[in-house]
Nanobody, 123 residues
Framework: QVQLEESGGGLVQAGGSLRLSCAAS????????MGWFRQAPGKEREFVAV????????RYADSVKGRFTISRDNAKNTVYLQMKGLKPEDTAVYSC????????????????WGQGTQVTVSS
């Protein structure tokens, strides 16, 4: 059974930092592209970042480029999202997802999802 478990969310002031983690089990982690998505209340799920299988290729949403960094540790079956310079508009539930494909910006490309972790940025 595949499980993706996010952690590291919380309440932070604008300009602060958080590091999200997503621990995977039940799959061959290195065979999956890993993405982060977020969903704010009343809004559609939004792509944040993706890292390909080897970790050598990443892609970011324009809204987070230069502030967020995605990384992975295949030995620990974990993907991370380092968030700096947080803004109130970053407030959302952040979820990680695993894709057997290339891993793009469309949620339908992902096969497995975590439950999400809440990130709240106060102004």
């Amino acid at each position: 059974q595949v499980q993706l478990e996010e952690s590291g969310g919380g309440l932070v002031q604008a300009g602060g930092s958080l590091r999200l983690s997503c621990a995977a089990s039940g799959l061959t982690f290195s065979s999956y592209a890993m993405g982060w998505f977020r969903q704010a209340p009343g809004k559609e799920r939004e792509f944040v970042a993706v890292i390909r299988r080897s970790g050598g290729s990443t892609r970011y949403a324009d809204s987070v480029k230069g502030r967020f960094t995605i990384s992975r540790d295949n030995a620990k079956n974990t993907v991370y999202l380092q968030m700096k310079g947080l803004k109130p508009e970053d407030t959302a539930v952040y979820s990680c997802a695993a894709s057997t494909g290339w891993g793009g910006v469309d949620p339908v490309e992902y096969d497995y999802w975590g439950q999400g972790t809440q990130v709240t940025v106060s102004s």
